[in-house]
């Protein structure tokens, strides 16, 4: 304690974080690297694998919502209001904004290099734009030596051709495994270690046999189930071969890496948004929420509004289907979207993307930019037409990793049902309460951010914290980087408490630039960093023999707050 008190925090970050990486997982980046580094990588989550089966780029996405935007095109010619309108390239020519394009992925290696696959796909995933005049390759090999790359993983995926035989896949996807009949658990599996190990050992060159000296900090989406955790869990010590792991939750880590112990965190993510309030450093499980949007669904709406305003360049554009179109997407709407009143256009090149020939540019006004991040506060906007299948058996379990249990002794009965989870949520199927996606969605999937917030923070049934946590909103997420969004949530959760609550004031707190993106991961790191005691850690020994069972009295508990107790699936 005496060395904490005097040594400096970049100090003790460097020392005590050159052996733990950090791994927060999402639906469309995973974020992974060194607690001592200030910022990790963050890589898109997903994976292309050569078939000589699937004669073309083939994808494989369980959930794959088309986009319903009602009312919208309203407001055409025959409008008797005027339109307001606000161009944002009316005084500023530089807004003519120089978009470069991608290139497509070189799927090919050197017939030299075949023992290594791993070596011409390494490039740095932050390279996002290249010189157009690349092409595709500068330097072809003759057709003999082709041979294609096993795998492909991170951006590099993405900028695949349709015309290549590869097979694409994300395995999470709203926030869970992607599971699906077409999509087997064992092969979500393998891909995650694929990613993950090519990640630790091109990325931060960690080998395969130096890894039982690292330790790993995972920090988990509320949206996972616990099976889903402990699947995660065993990917890590088994496969990956870690020392030791530990887990923490997604929101609470989100707060401790902006420097607070209290507020209300908003993690607006690629496809889902989720919702929980932290009080002196603990979380409140019963505030959790989650709406099935993110920042995707907004590309797509995008993609959607300018086609209704006739304003997209006359190029077929398959965000399902050819990935880099996506990236096209999310690009302009990162760049363009705002979140103000009215309506304003901009100036701007669109790419087009054509089986094997290089980026062809449109020049372009588009317009209704504010429309597509308003989808956050009215979903109607990003209606998906279609949900996810029935809940599936193996998601049962008896113990929640990210939840307190710490109190509960309880052991397994053979004459009780998989379905069934006693003392914790009354005696009801467990699915019932599950946060994402139910057999019935709950009411809070279909409301909007402001209301989702406002819903959130009154179910603490404090006034004191409620009143503290209305002025200690925090957004995080690729999303909340969106000019305008903190005011729009600030001046609409204010008109969305009710007004018989004594509340007057609502404040979002500012972080600065990129951190709200990497809030988490820096969390978990700093949460790793300071755990002196390490109780909360799994040891990979343990954990491969058979964990540890209910009744052991050993249990792996969170220094703060988290109970993440490991026990052995007996059914798995």
Not at 60 to 88: C, Q, T, W
Not at 258 to 270: D, E, K, R, Y
Not at 321 to 338: A, H, R, S, W
Request: proline share 7%.
């Amino acid at each position: 304690m005496d060395y904490l008190k005097s040594a400096l925090p970049s100090q003790i970050m460097s020392e005590r974080g050159s052996n733990l990486v950090v791994i927060n997982p999402g639906s469309a980046n995973v974020r992974i690297g060194l607690a001592s580094q200030d910022t990790p990588f963050n890589i898109p989550h997903c994976i292309a694998r050569h078939t000589e089966q699937i004669p073309n780029f083939t994808v494989i996405d369980k959930i794959a919502p088309l986009l319903k935007i009602p009312f919208l095109d309203e407001e055409g010619p025959s409008n008797s209001f005027p339109r307001k309108m606000g161009r944002v390239d009316g005084h500023n020519p530089h807004i003519i904004r120089k978009d470069l394009p991608f290139t497509w992925t070189n799927v090919y290696e050197e017939a030299t290099n075949s023992s290594v696959s791993l070596e011409t796909s390494s490039k740095d995933e932050t390279d996002e734009f290249l010189d157009p005049k690349e092409g595709t390759d500068s330097k072809e090999p003759n057709a003999s030596e082709r041979k294609f790359k096993e795998f492909i993983c991170g951006e590099e995926a993405l900028r695949i051709s349709p015309t290549e035989p590869y097979c694409f896949c994300r395995p999470i996807r709203r926030g869970h495994l992607n599971i699906s009949q077409h999509y087997s658990m064992q092969q979500v599996l393998d891909d995650l270690h694929t990613i993950w190990d090519w990640i630790l050992i091109e990325k931060l060159h960690i080998p395969r046999n130096e890894r039982n000296m690292y330790s790993a900090v995972l920090v988990m989406p509320e949206t996972f189930d616990n099976r889903e955790i402990k699947e995660i869990l065993s990917l890590v010590l088994r496969e990956l071969c870690f020392g030791s792991a530990v887990v923490h939750q997604e929101g609470l880590a989100a707060v401790f890496g902006n420097g607070l112990s209290t507020a209300c965190v908003v993690n607006i993510g690629a496809q889902v948004t989720s919702l929980i309030c932290i009080e002196d450093g603990g979380a409140l499980p019963s505030t959790g929420k989650t709406l099935p949007f993110g920042g995707e669904d907004i590309s797509r709406a995008f993609l959607w509004t300018q086609r209704q305003r006739q304003t997209w360049p006359p190029i077929h554009s398959d965000v399902f289907g050819k990935p880099i179109d996506l990236l096209v997407l999310n690009q302009l709407k990162e760049t363009y979207c705002e979140v103000k009143e009215g309506e304003f256009d901009a100036v701007a090149v669109v790419h087009s993307y054509e089986n094997k020939v290089p980026a062809g540019p449109h020049k372009t006004r588009l317009s209704a930019l504010n429309v597509p991040p308003m989808g956050l506060f009215c979903p109607m906007l990003l209606t998906p037409d279609a949900y996810p299948p029935p809940p599936r058996t193996w998601f049962h379990d008896y113990e929640d990793m990210l939840e307190d249990t710490w109190h509960i002794d309880f052991s397994r009965r053979a004459d009780m049902s998989d379905t069934f989870y006693p003392n914790v949520n009354g005696g009801l199927p467990m699915w019932e309460s599950y946060p994402v996606f139910s057999t019935k969605p709950k009411k809070e999937e279909k409301v909007g951010l402001a209301e989702a917030i406002t819903n959130c923070i009154l179910s603490t049934g404090r006034i004191d914290i409620q009143r503290k946590l209305f002025c200690s909103i925090q957004l995080t997420g690729g999303v909340a980087l969106t000019s305008g969004l903190i005011a729009a949530v600030e001046e609409r959760v204010l008109h969305a408490i009710p007004p018989n609550e004594a509340i007057d004031t609502v404040e979002v707190l500012q972080s600065k630039g990129k951190s709200r993106r990497l809030c988490p991961w820096k969390g978990g790191a700093i949460l790793g960093v300071l755990d002196l005691g390490r109780d909360a850690w799994i040891s990979r020994e343990d954990w491969i023999h058979n964990g540890v069972h209910v009744g052991s009295n050993r249990k792996y508990k969170d220094s703060y707050y988290l109970q993440a107790q490991a026990m052995c699936y007996m059914n798995s």
